[in-house]
């Protein structure tokens, strides 16, 4: 690997639409019969008040089926809801295992992830965090993207300045807010895009 002009420190990645095959948004779709368009159901898993609470951790798995079921208004009981929603979680993009071990003897490897339980705790993702230095899941620290929050909690932890970590995300919010506390950010989709975005960097994987 070699470094040839801008040199972050710490790359800090999302992980669903990133590095995990995420399909919350056509399901979502489909739920609502259509009433939801996909711009509507990709900032659903943003703004949602039930889907903030659930991945701070101030409710349970069966209190956000429930809260979900009412707020889309679909006729689905929450534990079926819930079945689904766990199988949305497609486990790690092709390239994802072989871009963060190349990586990661060069760089401080983070993710900032808006998460829960029942996705956290699959084994194919949990042997994805593992190649990870540090890992901020949301609902373990109680802050969320894009909240400034979230960023300058991950910035004080990691002790380096903003402008030393790089970070990759496939919504544009999350990047322009996290860009405002300073860290350089990219809107990218799967570990291809990651790899060019580093090579604008200089780096070269």
Same mark, same amino acid.
């Given at each position: 690997?070699?470094?040839?002009?801008?040199?972050?420190?710490?790359?800090?990645?999302?992980?669903?639409?990133?590095?995990?095959?995420?399909?919350?948004?056509?399901?979502?779709?489909?739920?609502?019969?259509?009433?939801?368009?996909?711009?509507?159901?990709?900032?659903?898993?943003?703004?949602?008040?039930?889907?903030?609470?659930?991945?701070?951790?101030?409710?349970?798995?069966?209190?956000?089926?429930?809260?979900?079921?009412? /707020?889309?208004?679909?006729?689905?009981?929450?534990?079926?809801?819930?079945?689904?929603?766990?199988?949305?979680?497609?486990?790690?993009?092709?390239?994802?295992?072989?871009?963060?071990?190349?990586?990661?003897?060069?760089?401080?490897?983070?993710?900032?992830?808006?998460?829960?339980?029942?996705?956290?705790?699959?084994?194919?993702?949990?042997?994805?965090?593992?190649?990870?230095?540090?890992?901020?899941?949301?609902?373990?620290?109680?802050?969320?993207?894009?909240?400034?929050?979230?960023?300058?909690?991950?910035?004080?932890?990691?002790?380096?300045?903003?402008?030393?970590?790089?970070?990759?995300?496939?919504?544009?919010?999350?990047?322009?807010?996290?860009?405002?506390?300073?860290?350089?950010?990219?809107?990218?989709?799967?570990?291809?895009?990651?790899? /060019?975005?580093?090579?604008?960097?200089?780096? /070269?994987?």
């Amino acid at each position: 690997m070699k470094q040839t002009s801008t040199k972050p420190r710490c790359l800090l990645f999302d992980l669903g639409g990133v590095l995990v095959e995420w399909d919350g948004i056509q399901p979502l779709i489909a739920l609502t019969e259509g009433r939801l368009t996909a711009e509507e159901a990709r900032r659903f898993w943003l703004e949602s008040d039930w889907v903030r609470r659930f991945e701070t951790g101030r409710c349970s798995a069966l209190e956000f089926g429930a809260g979900i079921v009412r /707020e889309l208004q679909v006729d689905l009981e929450p534990a079926a809801f819930l079945d689904e929603f766990v199988s949305w979680d497609r486990g790690p993009l092709p390239g994802s295992f072989e871009l963060l071990g190349e990586l990661r003897q060069h760089f401080i490897l983070a993710c900032l992830s808006n998460n829960n339980a029942l996705h956290w705790n699959i084994p194919r993702l949990q042997k994805l965090t593992a190649c990870f230095h540090r890992r901020y899941a949301s609902f373990e620290i109680g802050l969320i993207k894009p909240d400034r929050a979230a960023y300058e909690w991950v910035i004080s932890d990691l002790g380096l300045e903003p402008g030393a970590i790089v970070f990759f995300d496939d919504n544009p919010e999350c990047v322009v807010a996290a860009e405002r506390v300073g860290i350089r950010g990219f809107v990218v989709k799967g570990p291809a895009m990651v790899r /060019e975005k580093l090579g604008g960097l200089g780096v /070269e994987i």
